[in-house]
């Protein structure tokens, strides 16, 4: 059964345009590399990433509702068109001011467009009883990128077209995410059923652990993904392609080969052994400051990424409605954005007065406790549906 739902003609085509549409992502962990020869340092360079973040919160609650109401392949065609027009713009910014900072603004838009409307669509159409395993090998599409895109950008970096070449393939490749979406069908989802509003959504007693910890991963997410690039950059360690290579090739193996733990042991029982993964990889970048380092840190926090990020989405669109998959999506994407516009100036002055060795290991920490805090809330919470009355609606748990 899983294996006739891979060789769906829309699996193909949504898997692709998802992977054409994280190749830019991908060769966009070079934008602080980029912010850094404008002459912005770290606290100013964090300032500057995480206003895409600040746009896409704004308009998360507004996607989550139009995806509910109206389509989620018309919010794919229009995030991935306005990506496409915010990297071509990098490509002709020589300088720091308000043009960058707006288009950053319109990346943030564009990207939280098609991100959250990309996996409330493999949501909709993947079966419950293998959705943690579905969610897995589909964000193989954005894993895969992070071991070609950054190396690519390495080499363009090397050549003459230096930072306006990357900007210039990031587009292309958005291009053809935005053509291939044009070939999506629809998700099959009855929308316009939702009766419930994003606020309500967020509060959800059953859902709160669940954002809790999506925060807490996302902090790991913003140590690697926007400061790994400027750490081996002033560090003189090389390049980031190793580092992000061997996080995709680890993650990558572990979708393909045992993406099916998680449905059969239960999300929960493995979202511990990822967290601790990712906390790992992350203080391992600080603790070795040498190649092998960022080697052996890429790998551990890879796992991490390849358990962690499947389950906790599953275990978000498990517990929401039908009717309010999109809104869920959007609340668990916009989290994401939250730590990437808060946690990115935080990190970057905390490397300034620091240095980049604590911050990564404090990272670490912090996502340890988290995870911590997590598991104990969970376990409140079955205690709290047993002693509800039979009646009551149980969410998956």
Do not use: C
């Amino acid at each position: 059964m899983f294996r006739q739902f891979l060789a769906t003609k829309w699996f193909a085509l949504i898997f692709l345009a998802s992977l054409a549409s994280e190749l830019t992502n991908s060769l966009l962990v070079h934008f602080p590399g980029y912010l850094l020869d404008l002459g912005a340092d770290e606290v100013r360079l964090g300032t500057i990433v995480g206003v895409s973040g600040l746009a896409s919160i704004v308009v998360r609650p507004w996607i989550g509702k139009v995806m509910d109401q109206k389509s989620r392949r018309l919010m794919i065609r229009i995030g991935t068109g306005i990506v496409v027009v915010a990297t071509f713009s990098y490509a002709f910014i020589d300088q720091l001011g308000p043009a960058v900072v707006g288009a950053r603004l319109l990346q943030g838009i564009g990207q939280a467009m098609s991100m959250t409307a990309f996996w409330t669509y493999i949501a909709d159409r993947t079966p419950v009883r293998f959705r943690s395993q579905g969610i897995a090998l589909f964000g193989i599409s954005g894993l895969a990128p992070l071991g070609i895109a950054p190396a690519l950008g390495d080499r363009i970096l090397a050549s003459a077209w230096g930072y306006r070449g990357i900007f210039l393939m990031a587009a292309a490749f958005s291009l053809v995410a935005l053509i291939l979406a044009f070939f999506l069908e629809r998700s099959g989802v009855n929308t316009g059923a939702t009766t419930t509003g994003f606020l309500e959504v967020l509060r959800r007693p059953s859902l709160r652990p669940v954002w809790f910890v999506t925060l807490i991963l996302s902090l790991g997410f913003t140590a690697a993904f926007v400061f790994v690039k400027t750490y081996v950059t002033t560090s003189g360690l090389g390049t980031i392609g190793p580092f992000f290579a061997t996080y995709a090739l680890v993650a990558v193996t572990w979708r393909l080969t045992l993406a099916w733990v998680p449905d059969r042991v239960g999300p929960t029982r493995m979202l511990g052994p990822g967290l601790a993964a990712y906390a790992l990889g992350v203080a391992l970048v600080g603790i070795l400051p040498l190649p092998e380092g960022l080697l052996i840190g890429g790998a551990i926090t890879g796992l991490g990424h390849g358990i962690s990020f499947p389950v906790v989405l599953s275990l978000a669109t498990s517990r929401a409605a039908q009717g309010e998959r999109g809104t869920t999506t959007a609340i668990f994407t916009a989290l994401f954005d939250l730590s990437l516009f808060g946690a990115s100036p935080l990190l970057g002055w905390i490397i300034r007065e620091f240095g980049y060795q604590f911050m990564f290991v404090a990272t670490a920490i912090v996502v340890m406790a988290g995870m911590v805090v997590f598991l104990m809330a969970e376990k409140r919470l079955v205690i709290d549906l047993i002693d509800e009355p039979a009646t009551a609606p149980v969410p998956h748990v």
